[in-house]
């Protein structure tokens, strides 16, 4: 007598091992593809709070802009200002700021001086504090104003110069303006 056997069993086992094996396959693919998109949507998040928390801490000037000239009314000492942050902006640590001066002849990183000598070129300084919140630091609260100096590198009549404003977080804020042909003791800078 002659036995035969049925291999139908085995093909139903290796179908249903093949598709098991699909099923875990596409199961770790899919979470790859979901932490990809979990990664990629976290990314995006970051940026925008980036974003926003550098919009928001952004300042802007108030009122005019003056600069000082020397004693022989041959080039300006310094500039004055006033800056107070923007509407709906955050507090400004005004000592982390980097304040740049940039004219034809000169390009320099100004250092923030407390008490700076007026005589010296090169530095900067908070000379007032307007509307205060109570503490006496540096923070540039909502508002809050500070008049700044910065001493320049001796601009002579109509030299055009920039002093650029960078806050530790924010936006740069240039300050454009072009040296009056005739340097009084007090210039108001258009």
Known sequence: MKRQFNDNAFTGLEAAIVLIAFIVVAAVFSYVILGAGFFTTQKSQEVVHTGVQQASSSMEIVGNVYGEGDATNSHLTSIRFIVANTAGGTALDVKQMVV?????????????????????????????????????????????????QVHVQNPTPNTPFTVNLQPAAGAVYPIKKTVPPAIDKINLLP
Do not use: I, K, M
């Open 100 to 148: 740049t001066y940039v004219d034809e002849g000169h390009h320099v990183v100004v250092p923030y001086t407390p008490g700076g000598n007026a005589n010296t070129t090169n530095c900067w300084d908070v000379l007032e504090v307007y509307n205060e919140q109570g503490d006496a630091n540096l923070l540039l609260e909502p508002g809050e104003q500070f008049e700044l």
